[in-house]
C-alpha cells in the first residue's frame, strides 16, 4: 500500500466516455473510479462512495473533457513522486501505518484559482487517504494537506473505533491534531484560515454553551454540524475546527512539548483537561 498511480482510473475513465457507449458519465465514472476501490470499502455498495467522494471533491462527471490534460498536467509536476516521497517521511516520523492514497483532480480543477474555487481537499479513513488537487496548487500546499489528513490516519488508527462509535470530543481532537500536524510541519502561514477565525472568549463562549453537553455525541455523521456550523446550525462557521485545534495547540503550549507523534497517543479527555478549554 503507498500513492495508487490513479492516472491510469482516470485515464481509463476518459477513454470510456470519448467512446460514448451510451451509458451515463456518472456510470461510467463509478465504475472506472470507484468499483476498483470495493476491496477497501466492503460494506458499501460504489454508488454511496462515489456519492461521498463527490461530496468532497472528487471531480464531476461531465468535467471527463478536461481530465486527460489536467493528468498530464499534473505528471509534469510530479504530484504522485512528491506525495509519495512525503508519505514515506511521514510514516517514519510519526511510525504511522500503512495507507493506500488516491489522487484525483478537484472539481474545477481546469479553472484558473478563484476565491470561489478550492484548489484541495481530502478525506482520511483508517486504510485509505483520498487528496483533491487543483494543478495550481503548491507544493507546500500539498504537503500541508497530506499532513493533516495522514495524522488522521494516525488517529483513526490509534482509537479504533467504527465511525458510528466516535465521540464528538473525539471529532474535535482529530481535527485538531491534524491542524496542528500542520503548524509543528510546516509553520503558522501554512494554516487554515478557520483557526484564527475566533477570539478565545469567543471560542468559550461556544464551548461552554454548545459543546460541552454534546461532547459525548456519538457517530461522525452527528457532527457536522458541531463542526461547520452557519447553515447546519445555530453555531458560527467553522466553529468545531477552529475549536479543535485551539484545544490541541493549547494542550501543547500547556502540557509540552510532545514531539514525532506523541500527541496522537493521548486520549480525548487528557488533552482536553490539559487544554484551556477544560470540561
Known sequence: MSVIQTQNLLNKFVELCEEKSGRSLAYMQCETICEPLMELFPKINPEVLQYELLTQGLFEPDEWIHIKNIVKEMEEQNIWIIVEKEYKYLRKLWKGPKVSIYIFPIKKANLKSSKQIPRKNGIAYRNALFLFLSTEITIEEIKALLAHEYNHVCRLKFLDLMPDKISLKDSLIIEGLGEYAVKELHGEKMLATWTKHYSLEEAL??????????????????????????????????????????????????????????????SADEIIAGSNFPI
Open 205 to 266: 463562549y461556544f464551548w461552554n454553551k454548545h459543546f460541552i453537553p454534546s461532547l459525548n455525541v456519538m457517530g461522525i455523521k452527528n457532527h457536522h454540524r458541531f463542526l461547520f456550523g452557519k447553515d447546519r446550525s445555530r453555531l458560527p462557521q467553522w466553529i468545531g475546527y477552529h475549536l479543535g485545534y485551539q484545544i490541541v495547540n493549547s494542550f501543547q503550549e500547556n502540557q509540552g512539548p510532545f514531539h514525532k507523534g506523541e500527541l496522537y497517543t493521548k
